[in-house]
């Protein structure tokens, strides 16, 4: 028998099972969803030429979506907020939920387009996603590779209390500690906000791997944990932290087996390339271990599953480790089958709500 | 007390010593060391247009040598057979030394200059390393990206038994899986030659990683592990190993501690993915095990020294891993101190010497 209870307002609450924050929801836009919020100039814009950005790569086809996630509504999965609400944040006892809407606003070409559509999805998000639920954060969009555009976009709403941080995607045209990059990450932490660098985004100016292009997409999605890794030895070596030291990153989607061995192969390299980075003062995994999170989905399998413990273990324990399911995506993690080891009960409760809680600054359970 | 006895010919030992098979030694052509072995037709060639091909990173500048390495001869680190005897193979007790001659003669752009240049280096190799010093064998140069004539150097040479194996580098053009190279790993198989993929090689047309250009060369370097794991990634989920079922790898100089998670990455996803690549037959993590050997060198450091045996642990044991030193470069591997744990005899000689003894086929030692 399950009994609900309110906690907080609009979230319900099986008794005995656990609550989850889930640090990677995405919502999407119809095609005409946006065009509410867009000034007319940038109407006309988008449909006399239409979206223009670097290509980039789904699965399945088209949509990536469960099969289940479909709404009757007719709306795309994740467009329709009210099955959401029932087949999601209900269902799983969601206290919070964080969106991604990776709908291409902060990857086009034409800079002030891309801003206009950042802000337009944005705008979008706090009326139709945010205010009628309270359950609910999301990622503010922005104009990632159009700097001043990306920060005047955080000026304007990083104080709102639905946007919980900054979201860029792993595809980017430079690794993202490149110092065109530093504004965002001042503006972000200005107002407080963490930066999420989420799997994806389309393909900008070379090759998807380290070693060129893939024949398949399983390759490009394996390959995808390379972006991350070249952006955490980026973001490290440029000195980000040492400049802006309250900068905080999630890592989503992205695994995160692969980072102890990273910082490992980092800290030795440093001990004899110091000289061509005097910049950063201390070894690369104390930046690792001071300013990256990571999220759970795709969570990782080693193929003993207490392994994963060991994983932990590199990574310095489980207080960067968020839960995320993906909804609605295909490679959803259910948290009731996401972390097949046994943690005790303290740990699990980091993973699933209060490391994020802390992280994104979420309000406490209410009694 | 130093006693020292002969095996095989040419090969001296310390008693009590640790004997290596050391599975990546530089040898080091001069500007003309090899216009003796060119066609007067490419020795022109070269002496009007030079070297063209990607540009790579060395460090330090213009060269990456040990500054002990300089032979007193004048002649560049890794150039002078006497004193690489003397310094390197009698002092550390190599029994056999692979070298990796990694001139560039395979990487050049004009494909019948590479083919030419390849030729001629090899012929040099047998003339001026591998005859006069039986304690050496060598890597087969080929120019990778124009696979004919790869082929025709693997067919002219492949049976000489100074060379041991094909040797790539790990900057391509494509993912090392691509079936351009196909003809390359069927040649190699034909002859019973693995294929060595070593760290290094010019920026072919694209980024150095997943994530675009890098600032600094550090990020290079770490991120080099980048390109291996899309290799390893693409000669996988292409088939490689299905359709030529013989083909071994070796990773030379790429580290081995991400191998694991990418193995727990690919398994995971190819069970959603198979369908792309129904050539693929097997869990990528079996491919893995079944067709690639590391090289030690530069040996991972995890923090927890004994870490490095829980990495061992999940690469399925320690029957895979070669010891190298990478001789005569700065990052060298003492084989006294490279690896900090505490392993059992048979462990350490299947590391040092039997691994590499069973994958090259060389001869046993003398008793």
């Known amino acids: 028998m399950t009994e609900t209870i309110t906690t907080p307002p609009g979230a319900t609450r099986r008794r005995g099972e656990q609550m989850i924050i889930d640090c990677d929801i995405h919502n999407v836009a119809m095609p005409d969803s946006i065009d509410p919020y867009l000034p007319n100039k940038w109407l006309q814009h988008k449909r006399t030429y239409g979206s223009r950005q670097h290509s980039g790569n789904v699965y399945p086809k ?56 950042s802000a337009a999805t944005n705008d979008w998000q706090i009326a139709e996603w ?25 000026e304007r709403l990083g104080d709102h209390p639905g946007f919980v941080q900054v979201l860029l995607v792993a595809r980017s045209t430079a690794p993202l500690g490149n110092r065109k990059y530093w504004p965002i990450y001042e503006a972000a932490a200005r107002h407080n906000l963490p ?21 398949y997409y399983i390759e490009d999605h394996a390959g995808m944990s390379g972006a991350f890794q070249a952006h955490v030895a980026s973001l490290i070596f440029e000195g980000v932290f040492e400049q802006i030291p309250d900068l905080r990153i999630a890592l989503i989607e992205g695994g995160f087996a692969w980072l102890p061995p990273l910082a490992w192969r980092m800290d030795k390299q440093w001990q004899r390339f110091k000289s061509e980075v005097p910049h950063v003062r201390r070894k690369p995994s104390e930046y690792v271990y001071d300013h990256f999170w990571v999220t759970t989905q795709p969570i990782e399998e080693p193929h003993r599953r207490k392994d994963l413990l060991t994983v932990f273990e590199h990574l310095g324990g489980v207080d960067k480790v968020m839960f995320s399911t993906d909804y609605p995506h295909w490679d959803f993690d259910h948290p009731l089958h996401a972390l097949q080891v046994r943690l005790p009960a303290d740990q699990r409760d980091k993973i699933y709500t209060e490391n994020a809680r802390a992280f994104y600054g979420l309000p406490a359970r209410a009694a």
């Open 62 to 117: 088209g949509s990536p979506a469960r099969w289940d996630s479909f709404p009757p509504s007719g709306l795309a999965p994740g467009a329709d907020l009210d099955f959401m609400r029932k087949q999601h944040l209900d269902e799983l006892n969601v206290e919070y939920g964080l969106l991604g809407c990776l709908s291409g606003a902060g990857s086009q070409l034409n800079p002030d387009y891309s801003a206009a559509l």
């Open 195 to 215: 930066v999420g660098i989420h799997y994806g985004g389309g393909v900008r100016g070379g090759p998807i791997s380290a070693a060129g292009w893939p024949s």
């Open 130 to 154: 945010l205010e009628p639920e309270p359950r609910l954060r999301a990622g503010l969009i922005v104009p990632a590779e159009h700097s001043q555009h990306a920060v005047a976009e955080i």
